[in-house]
């Protein structure tokens, strides 16, 4: 049985879970690296039906950050956003090559910083619908000093409310994220389980975190995949939404920026094969 099990290891490569000072790190395939994050509250299992495409030409390290989905949270007194790009950074240094970064909303946004403080590391970045200063997308005056209150008033409220609640509200929200009506109570129950205490810190810092300045510091090379059809019945269109993405990337030396047709925030689940299509170009 050993034997066999080598062998398969041999031809085929492997799927191997381990934990890396807080990070769950799943690894499948062979070939470049490519390093997943999710985004808030995201289990690693979102980028599942990429990776099974991905992993034929290429060795995939799925994260799960901690305290979301099943992954304990941990203490982070320097705060979430530099706590998680201390321990990616960790793990890409572990790396013996470069490596490509696709990162979902969150993950998009630790994947922009991690390239700029990681330019001899990372070979290319693909963010999944995120922005540099996400605040901004939805109020173009926007600060970060203007936001601090609201972004404080949030968290406060989700912590204050009881399962029910929270379960609710998520349940009601979650349509505007994904028409996937099968991941539909998987993404709730994601969130259901993630620490909420982390996920409060990791929204209060992604809402008052403008990062649009650092932008002409990455010479990674950039794909951004943008969605927009949640706010069809709201007026929003895919020239507004297009050029929104555009503003708030337009300091990036070296950006390429793709609408999605029908997707809402989960892009991947949305529109699968218009989201391999672009990824599978970006990275050969």
């Not at 605040?135 to 968290?155: G, I, L, V, Y």
């Not at 349940?171 to 409060?200: H, Q, Y």
Request: proline content about 5%; overall charge negative.
């Amino acid at each position: 049985m050993k034997k066999l099990f080598l062998l398969y290891f041999i031809l085929f490569g492997s799927l191997s879970t381990a934990f890396t000072q807080g990070l769950d790190v799943k690894v499948s395939g062979k070939g470049p690296k490519i390093i997943f994050i999710p985004g808030l509250s995201s289990s690693g299992e979102v980028w599942d039906e990429t990776v099974a495409e991905l992993s034929k030409n290429f060795e995939c390290h799925v994260l799960t950050l901690p305290g979301f989905g099943t992954n304990p949270a941990i203490e982070m007194p320097a705060g979430f956003l530099a706590t998680m790009e201390g321990l990616i950074t960790d793990y890409i240094h572990k790396q013996t090559e470069k490596v490509t970064l696709i990162g979902h909303s969150l993950g998009g946004f630790l994947s922009l910083r991690l390239s700029r403080s990681l330019p001899d590391k990372i070979n290319r970045t693909i963010i999944v619908d995120s922005f540099p200063f996400y605040s901004a997308a939805f109020n173009p005056a926007a600060t970060e000093e203007n936001m601090a209150a609201m972004a404080t008033q949030m968290k406060e409220l989700m912590m204050a409310q009881s399962a029910e609640q929270y379960r609710a509200q998520q349940e009601a929200s979650m349509p505007m994220m994904t028409t996937n009506k099968e991941k539909l109570p998987i993404a709730v129950e994601w969130s259901m389980e993630s620490d909420r205490e982390t996920t409060g810190q990791a929204l209060y810092e992604l809402m008052t975190s403008d990062y649009r300045d650092d932008l002409p510091e990455i010479n990674t090379p950039i794909l951004v995949l943008g969605a927009w059809y949640s706010g069809k019945a709201y007026g929003l269109t895919e020239e507004s939404a297009k050029k929104t993405f555009e503003t708030q990337y337009q300091l990036a030396e070296n950006v390429q920026i793709e609408m999605a047709p029908t997707a809402h925030h989960f892009i991947m689940w949305d529109n699968p094969e218009w989201f391999m299509e672009k990824v599978t170009a970006f990275i050969k």
